[in-house]
């Protein structure tokens, strides 16, 4: 075992905590071969790209093999590259090629479930009640007088039962899909091989993992019904299956293997919890590096509501020392362009606002000045692929090309999260849009919309006043501005007056973000670094003042 060498504080040595992470869906990032997936040698062909917006590291949703029965997240084997995406060998050449460029590496790890094709499950399958195989997952008889009836109330987070019935009669709880099936992590071998799987990874440059659903691999051993009284939307506590305690034993021994690197590895976590201090004991110095902050993706487009996520964020943070995040997009939620342009601009997944009215162009303004927002505040940002270009969520996918486990689980009634999913416009003027080779063999495994020929990378290239430009200059101007990298944070003004986001980090640099419907004079005697939009009265001449209109950011030195 190697002995962490680097000095703690070592700016590089901590690269999370102030690192610009940019999501890459692989499936619909490019597709080199033709076959209308995207794959690695799609991304290796786009790292300059990525390295020229200005990022810090790539997040890769599961690129393992995998029958794709949740979009990877079902892994068959975690030491193989699914076929459609490559091989073992294009990964580690991608991680280096990163490296050089850069750019640091993290992969997706789900220890909550395993594909029903890996090899463990079916030789549960196979081994019978009672084995040994079995028990590495939670296999059950059933109840009712043939053993018909699931062996608990508990449901699906797709819909549907947690339960699916074998022909020799037992059940096996799977929390998400049935082709999930959720693994025991009481079992010594769950947990070495889970421990080994990250050695894999590490071992081949990796600089750190993102946790798939870190609240769910602990279970309650007597799998307790909720019953009539505990409905699953008013669960008792703790918690049969979300955040109970045991669940930090495993992230204290990952944390172990991640520290036993010369550079030490990132731990990022998926914590979806409501309370503040349960989520922030996922943080503990012992224990992940970071976590996503779902309140602020939650969070509707309102200044008082804005500060009051951003003050919450920082207060839970800070006892246990660890970066806040700040992300508004990704795999699972509809995109905020889309969010933002509606009603209800709260609620990262929101099916029942499917088709709701939106105004894109006031969406695409609101998640401009976002991006300086994101950016500007104290720790580190995640962005997910396309919202550089402005993407909106697809609303309009035939129920054919489907193929999100939500539609299916429930009937149609969720559409799902395929429209967030569709692969990216690179250039061109029809689908599909360079995504594909030209002369590809198969169309994009999801539709694009024809409108997207105004937003692929090479119409928005030249335009350093298009969302990519924006991009692209809010991201240099980040790692130029010291202020910026350090923790200093302080709120200025106040936003039950205004309605707007104003706050200073280190000396000289202030943030503005105007949420009102009033244009805001700019404070005298401070210049704009970077505005998300046009403002009012620039270039008119000495003398006359300088406002912030609605729905719009500024940086500012002064
Ligand atoms: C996480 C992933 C999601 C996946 C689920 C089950 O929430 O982000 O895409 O479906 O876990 O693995």
Redesign the pocket.
Known sequence: MTVRTRIAGDRDDRWWRTAVIYQVYVRSFADADGDGIGDLAGVRAKLPYLAGLGVDALWFNPWYASPMA??G?DVADYRRIDPAFGTLAEAEALITEAHELGLKIIVDV?P??VSDQHAWFKEALEAGPGSAARELFWFRPGRGEDGELPPNDWRS?FGGPAWTRVPDGEWYLHL?AAE?PDLHWNNAKVREELESVLRFWFDRGVDGVRI??ATMPAKDPALPSFGPTHAQSAPPTPHPFVDRDEVHGIYRAWRTVADSYDEPRALIG?VWLADPHRFAAYLRPDEMHAAFNFDYLNCPWDAQRLRSVVDATLAAHAPVGAPATWVLS???VTRHVTRYGRADTAMGRSPAQHGAPTDLALGTRRARAALLLNLALPGSCYLYQGEELGLWEVDEIPDEARQD?FFFRSGGADIG?DGCRVPLPWSGGRPPFGFSPDGAQAAPWLPQPDAWSALTVEALDADPASVLGLYRRALAARRAEPALQGEEFAWLGEPEVTGVLNFRRGEGFRCLVNLSAQDIPLPEGESALLASGPLEGEGEGEGRGVALPPDTAVWLRG
Request: charged share 35%; glycine share 0%; net charge negative.
């Open positions: 949740d979009a997240y789900v909550n479930h987070e998400f999930q798939d659903s998926e990704n795999h699972d486990p999260r």
